[in-house]
């Protein structure tokens, strides 16, 4: 009963059009008169108990480095040095956009910030090179998720919080599953560019490579600052954040002077206008997540899963098929905040180590910012390039697909995720 009235008023006040982060306070508020609990005081309080948390101060300057990256020259620095190592190869616009977008999964943590720089650059580059629009379109898409998965992510900041997980150990144990997403769009991306009749450009030569390298080494550089400070631990995720930040700042004003000082204003009034959206869900979602508790829902979740719990591979198949339906649905933000405080008492009952779970779950959820019909990246994609939202979905679909079946294979072989983790981790 207790689940049945959660979900009904959550997803009943999502139907109705309610902004998702005020359909979280409602469905909090029925709980709370279910639960015979109703105080204001308490709602009030877990509102604010739930963003006052120092790790969260990543998230905003994480934004601000994404902004001032796009702003300041560094986004298209990273593009313009892929282009120069493969773009000659045929379809190599193509592999320019997931080497490109794993570059700056490494310096922004954002998807939506991360698809709209490579739509904005590339996707006029591959319809003019000849390459089909929606597919074109459907890679960059399935190439922008693997922001929340390389670190710095975004995604690991607040699943970390939530789930009382080192924040660190995330995002080292994020690269190499990144990686394999990357390597699986490169080979689907492979499979389908053998059909079409395209003439790739000459290759650069190596003095042009080197001068692209020489431009984007201030770039490159910010990615190595951070993953050799969090593995060394000469700094916290949150300063880590800081610096990511402060240092874009220098690159673009100093360095590259791509970025005037009026520009400022607006780059942090982005940053800031999408601080506000992610910070007022976790807000929200700190009441759904105390009632959670309260309710004591993860012993019902682990009655629930009981059959599986003797086999975490198959406990964990479940959760991902639960993941990927919720992810249909909901953003990535809220469903790490709604099914975290469910999730982990039944992971940890299992055995199943907390940070691997952590890394397949925000790689699920990233995969679920382009399932239709709720998928944000999807829609990023087809405002930037002036397409229709199907098309964008037909393209991205033998994309999605690659990224299921490794997420999939990490299930069936968590050492796909576990040994590199430890061993970065020293």
Known sequence: ?????????????????????????????????????????????????????????????????????????????IVKFALSLVGHIKGGLGYVTILAACLLSALSGSAVADAAALTA??????????????????????????GPVIPPSIGFVIFGVAANVSISKLFLAGIVPGLLIGAALWLTWWLQVKRENITPPPRKSMAEV??????CIWALLLPVI????????????????????????????????????????????????TTSVVMFLVAAAMVSAWLITVA?????????????????????????????????????????????????????????????FGVLFIINNS???????????????????RMKMDEVTKGVIPFMIAEFIIMFAMVLFPSLVTVPAKWFAG
């Open 1 to 77: 009963m207790t689940v049945g009235i959660f979900l009904g008023s959550l997803l009943g006040a999502m139907a109705i059009g309610i902004p998702i982060a005020y359909a979280l306070l409602a469905s909090g508020v029925a709980l709370m008169w279910h639960l015979d609990l109703f105080d204001a005081q308490i709602l009030a309080q877990n509102v604010i108990n739930g963003a006052d948390s120092f790790p969260l101060l990543a998230v905003p300057f994480f934004m601000l480095a994404g902004e001032i990256m796009n702003v300041g020259g560094l986004s298209a620095r």
């Open 121 to 146: 650059l590339l996707l006029p580059m591959m319809v003019k090179a000849g390459h089909d629009k929606s597919r074109a379109g459907g890679l960059i898409a399935a190439a922008g998720i693997i």
């Open 210 to 215: 080197m001068e692209s390298f020489r431009s």
């Open 226 to 273: 951070i993953l050799v400070g969090l593995r060394f631990g000469i700094f916290t995720p949150t300063e880590s954040a800081v610096i990511a930040a402060v240092y874009a700042l220098f690159v673009s004003v100093v360095i590259y002077r791509e970025m005037k000082l009026s520009q400022l204003y607006g780059v942090f009034v982005a940053a800031a206008k």
């Open 296 to 356: 004591d829902l993860p012993s019902k979740m682990i009655d629930m899963l009981e059959p599986f719990m003797g086999n975490p591979t198959l406990l964990m198949i479940a959760i991902m098929i639960l993941v990927m339906i919720v992810g249909t649905a909901m953003d990535m933000t809220p469903t790490i905040l709604v099914l975290t405080p469910v999730l982990m008492p039944v992971v940890k009952a299992a055995g199943i180590d907390p940070v691997y």
């Open 367 to 385: 995969i679920g910012l382009i399932t239709p019909p709720v998928g944000t990246v999807l829609s990023t994609v087809a405002g930037v390039g």
